[in-house]
């Protein structure tokens, strides 16, 4: 009888199933890869830390945590600061792409001030670049989600994950042997450079925000911008029968 009586909808439920069930993800997988090369350094960043910092300044085994708690709390700041400012101006793509570039920028003065002499100096760039590589990651949790709604928020950030760890590994080990046979400015430099390639993809990167083109769709949502309309429009006149 379904054949017969409802012939489109018979049609039209395995092709919305099928198309919501693997577009998603495949047009937000283009996000992947800058947040895992972000994550990557950072984590190779913070494993080398101690020794870089000792390669310059022996016996500063101590400041070396500090500088290391320093990126932490400066991280925490920037991931509260960037946060606010996603939930606010909706820009996803604009936010992510400035902070990923700062990021770059925090890094490539990080490492051409790092053999100064100075660690005082050290402090501030090494907290300057934990303020933004970290403030990164909830704007590529953030974007990804928006990316490649309507999946779950689970599935986006365990594979986020994933390519994080995935880079993390490959440039902890690489960065280390880097270190241990050139120094640490080239070391650094192959972060920057892996940096510069996960800015340029996220350039390329289409800001298809679904889950806010969803949100506005709501019955919710329209109704309630129906009420601030109507609201706005009674305005005028309550006002000219004050007047008079």
């Keep these: 009888m379904c054949p017969d009586l409802h012939p489109p909808k018979c049609v039209q439920l395995p092709l919305s199933s099928s198309s919501s069930s693997s577009s998603p993800l495949k047009g937000g997988q283009e996000a992947f890869a800058p947040l895992g090369l972000n994550a990557g ?10 020794r870089m910092v000792i390669w310059h300044y022996p016996g500063e085994e101590v400041n070396a945590g500090r ?28 936010t992510t792409l400035v902070v990923y ?3 770059l920028v925090g890094m490539v003065v990080y490492t051409f001030t790092l ?9 501030i760039t090494a907290g300057t670049m934990g303020f933004f590589m970290t403030g990164y990651l909830p704007l590529g949790f953030e974007f990804a989600a928006e990316l490649t709604y309507p999946e779950s928020e689970g599935i986006s950030s365990g594979l986020l994950n994933i390519s994080a ?29 892996f940096l510069t390639l996960g800015a340029a993809l996220t350039a390329f990167i289409k800001p298809d925000l679904r889950r806010q083109k969803a949100n506005k ?11 601030e309309e109507s609201n706005t429009s009674k305005v005028p006149t309550a006002v000219s029968e004050d007047h008079l």
């Design 101 to 103: 570039i700062m990021t």
């Design 67 to 94: 500088i290391g708690l320093t990126i932490v709390i400066a991280g925490m700041l920037g991931a509260v600061i960037s946060g606010i400012w996603l939930d606010r101006s909706k820009t996803y793509k604009e």
């Design 115 to 123: 053999n100064l002499g100075h660690l005082w100096v050290v402090f």
């Design 41 to 50: 350094a950072f984590y190779a960043l913070s494993t080398l830390l101690n």
């Design 165 to 193: 760890q995935v880079f993390g590994i490959i440039f902890t080990i690489s960065q280390g042997q880097i270190i241990d046979n050139y120094g640490t400015k080239p070391g650094n430099i192959f972060l920057c450079l």
């Design 217 to 227: 769709e709501t019955p919710e949502n329209k109704l309630q911008e129906e009420e």
